[in-house]
Structure formats: structure tokens, C-alpha cells
């Protein structure tokens, strides 16, 4: 398994460009399935959730998928599904798998999708998914680890209220709901820019949709959706990740694509923490004086607060801040394992419960660490940009699912970051 060696202390000056974003893409990608006519989306990121897990789970029950432009452009025709059931071994490894149910439903009544399953970050059920199906008729079964779903004379509109808010529920029922008979109402709908870019792309294709963006969509079906050509949304999470190395080791970066209206409360708290961050012509310009950051609390919540996403690497940041901070996780329940290897690190962090305690240190020291889940990875190598000496991340897969190129990216802005590889 690769390993990547961050050696710490170079201040970084530089651009970075910013990817398509991998959370809008892994919806984007399964909305194909409504359609006979191709999809084709234009800056998608070449990340290995993409270009390995979805394409794999989409070509096994029956599309066509073309990785073009070095994977930055995917072709996917979907002219018939000939297979209706989304194998455990393609879902497990990834949670997002699940919203191929939906489409897949409404397009030709039946649908199996394998449960996904545990996670590193919590339970994350899919009951919300299944329920808000269930409002537009659907017929479920839970059997065997899988969900036999059937709508014998097609989906019918409905009005269903997500009790907690869910991105992906609330993407999973909009696909099927462009689909139903009549017209479908969504309540407390998440509000996340990934769900106004699915909306998007639906509309590209034929859909009739109101709200996407609310915590109310409306959704008139339509009896067949047609092709289009949808250029992914830029990620969010990667440009708040790349917002903040300059902050961890001073000097200025700018993000090419960012835009400030996608991260609002995080490039609040930026600002609170006492870095400057500005719109420029072509993204958002961060620059960080000397001396220590500002200690700032901060709450995770659905979109537009603070991204459960952008948890990791902000605790990072805040691990040599002036003072003390809390960082509440609120939207899963076992998100804090970085807390223990940024400790390994010399960071001071009290985990209880759903609330880190960071009692800012003056310097973390290089060391060996553990990538556990994708954000935490990334958090590490922010931490090691800026610690004294080497650290090294171990088990960087999981990084390679969200991050394209990272040490790319960091080391064209001056930081001394490499990739070493591993034997399988
Ligand atoms: C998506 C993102 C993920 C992000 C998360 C929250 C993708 C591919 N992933 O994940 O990066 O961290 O949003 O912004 O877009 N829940 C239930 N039942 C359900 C569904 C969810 O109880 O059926 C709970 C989850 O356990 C969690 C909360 O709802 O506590 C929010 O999860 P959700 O918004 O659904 O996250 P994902 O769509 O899985």
C-alpha cells in the first residue's frame, strides 16, 4: 500500500486547481440509469471512487461507460439495464452505491441493491432512502443483506418529510421521484450544493423540478428523461482542504474554481481564525501572516453549516492554535479517529463523546500516522505540512478516493510531499 512523506516547515506560495466534485459525481453518475439516451459529464475528478467503484457498479448492470480526457469526461449510455442487482461486492466498498436503487426503480419497476453496510464513521443507515421510496410507492423487501425493491405499475407521486435531513436520501428519492406519475413533494430536503447540481443535470435532461437548494423540492414526473451534457459542480471539500494548508504553513495560495458562496461558514471560521481569505478572478485567494491562528469552535451541520467533511482537517489546523477549541460532530457519530493519530502527532485533544476539546500546542512533530478514513487522511498531511520533521501517512487509499494528485497539488506551491509506493 502506498505511503506518502510529508516533510514539514516549507511555507507555500502557488495555484491549485480544484477538481469536480466527487460527491456530486457519484450522484450524477447513477442518474444515467433514467435515461436510454447518454449522460455525459464534463469535469469529473479522476479519483478512484469514480473511475474504479461507481463505473464498475454501473457497467455491471448494463452500461456503457467511456473514461475520456484522461477520465475528466464520462460517457455513460445506459440504452437498456440489463441487469437489475447491485452485487454486495461492488456496494460494500462504497456507501454511494445505494443510489442506483432509485433510478434503477423507477425506470423499470424492479430493483436488488445490496445493503452497504457498516462504515469507518458511524452506522449510517440507509432507512431514510427506503422510506422516502416507500412514499412513492415502492414495495421492499430486506432480505438476505439485499433490498428487493418492486413498483409493479411504476412509481406515483408523493409527499414524504425526511425526519433527519440525508444528501444522499434526498438525492436517491429526487432521480426516482423525475420519474413517478404525478408530483412528488420532499420536506426538509438537503440543501447541499451537490443536490442543486443533481437537480441540474435532471433539468438538462427533461425533469421538472422546483426548489432544489430548499429544504422543499417539488418534482412533477415526467413520463421519459432524455440525454444531456452536465458539467460537474467544483468540489467543496477539496477547495476548503486546499483553503487551509496555507493556513497551516503560512504564505499565499489561490484556488483556482473556488467560490466563496459554496463555502460560506467554513471560510467563516477561516476568517475567525484570523486568515484572509478573498474572491479573486479566478477563485479564492488565502494568505496567512505570520504568528499562531485563532482558537475557534465549531459545530458540524448540514448544509449551510460548517461540512461534516471539512471536521478533520479544521481540528488539524486548530491543534497549534492560540487557545482552546471545541469542535462539535454532529452529523456522525464516530468521526474523531484523526483525533488520536494528530495526538501521536503532539496535538493535545480530549474526545468525548461527539465533542474534541484541542488545546492549541506550539508545534506538532513529524511521525508515522495512519490514514483511517478519507477527510482524516487528508487532515494528516495538512498536519505534517507543518509539523517539525517527517511524517509519514500510512495507507493512503483511502485518500486516493477523494483527492486526485494531492501531492501534486501541495508540492507545485512549494511543499515537500512524495509518494511512495507500496506493494499491493
Ligand atoms: C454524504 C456525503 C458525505 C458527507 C455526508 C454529510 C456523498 C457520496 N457523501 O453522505 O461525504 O459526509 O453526506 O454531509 O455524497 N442517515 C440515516 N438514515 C439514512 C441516511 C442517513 O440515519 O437512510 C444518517 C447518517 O447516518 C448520518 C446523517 O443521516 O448521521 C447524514 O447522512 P447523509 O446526509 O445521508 O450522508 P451521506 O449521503 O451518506
Known amino acids: 500500500m502506498d505511503s506518502i512523506i510529508v516533510k514539514g516547515g516549507q511555507e507555500l506560495h502557488g495555484q491549485i486547481p480544484i477538481a469536480g466534485a466527487k460527491n456530486a459525481c457519484l450522484t450524477l453518475m447513477p442518474a444515467t440509469l433514467l435515461s436510454e439516451e447518454p449522460l455525459t459529464l464534463t469535469n469529473a475528478p479522476r479519483l478512484s471512487d469514480i473511475i474504479l467503484t461507481m463505473s464498475r457498479l454501473l457497467e455491471s448492470l448494463g452500461v456503457e461507460v467511456s473514461s475520456l480526457q484522461d477520465g475528466q469526461v464520462q460517457v455513460l449510455s445506459s440504452k437498456s439495464i440489463s441487469n437489475h442487482k447491485a452485487d454486495y461486492d461492488i456496494v460494500r466498498k462504497m456507501r454511494a452505491s445505494i443510489l442506483v436503487l432509485g433510478p434503477m426503480l423507477a425506470r423499470d419497476g424492479h430493483a436488488v441493491v445490496s445493503l452497504p453496510g457498516g462504515c469507518a464513521i458511524g452506522a449510517r443507515p440507509v432507512d431514510l432512502h427506503l422510506k422516502g421510496l416507500e412514499a412513492l410507492g415502492a414495495e421492499l423487501d430486506l432480505r438476505d443483506g439485499y433490498v428487493h425493491a418492486k413498483a409493479p405499475k411504476g412509481l406515483r407521486g408523493g409527499v414524504f418529510e425526511f425526519p433527519i435531513v440525508s444528501v444522499g436520501a434526498t438525492e436517491n428519492v429526487l432521480m426516482a421521484a423525475s420519474l413517478a406519475k404525478g ?187 495512519m490514514a483511517t478514513d478519507l477527510r482524516a487522511s487528508v487532515s494528516l498531511i495538512l498536519a505534517g505540512l507543518a509539523a517539525e520533521g517527517e511524517t509519514v501517512v500510512n495507507r493512503v487509499y483511502h485518500l486516493d478516493r477523494g483527492y486526485e494528485r494531492v501531492e501534486e497539488k501541495l508540492s507545485a506551491c512549494g511543499a515537500q510531499i512524495e509518494r511512495v509506493k507500496g506493494n499491493g
Do not use: W
Not at 191 to 217: K, N
Not at 224 to 241: K, S, Y
Not at 263 to 291: L, P, Y
Open 183 to 369: 408530483t412528488t413533494v420532499l420536506k426538509n430536503a438537503a440543501r447541499e450544493p451537490e443536490i442543486v447540481d443533481l437537480a441540474d443535470c435532471l433539468i438538462r435532461m427533461g425533469a421538472q423540478i422546483d426548489g432544489a437548494g430548499t429544504s422543499t423540492i417539488t418534482i412533477q414526473g415526467v413520463d421519459r428523461l432524455n440525454g444531456a451534457t452536465h458539467p460537474v459542480i467544483v468540489d467543496r471539500i477539496e477547495l476548503g482542504t486546499y483553503m487551509l494548508a496555507p493556513a497551516f504553513t503560512g504564505g499565499e495560495v489561490e484556488l483556482l474554481g473556488g467560490r466563496l458562496d459554496l463555502v460560506e461558514a467554513f471560510a467563516a471560521k477561516m476568517d475567525e481564525a484570523g486568515i484572509s481569505v478573498e474572491a479573486t478572478k479566478n477563485g479564492i485567494k488565502v494568505t496567512r501572516k505570520n504568528g499562531r491562528v485563532n482558537a475557534v469552535n465549531v459545530v458540524t451541520a448540514p448544509h449551510p453549516g460548517f461540512p461534516t467533511d471539512l471536521q478533520a482537517q479544521f481540528m488539524a489546523l486548530m491543534c497549534t492554535a492560540d487557545g482552546t477549541s471545541v469542535l462539535e460532530e454532529r452529523i456522525f457519530e464516530n468521526r474523531f479517529m484523526h483525533a488520536p493519530e494528530l495526538m501521536r502527532m503532539g496535538a493535545q485533544i480530549d474526545v468525548q463523546g461527539g465533542t474534541a476539546t484541542v488545546t492549541g500546542v506550539d508545534k506538532l512533530k513529524g511521525a508515522p500516522v
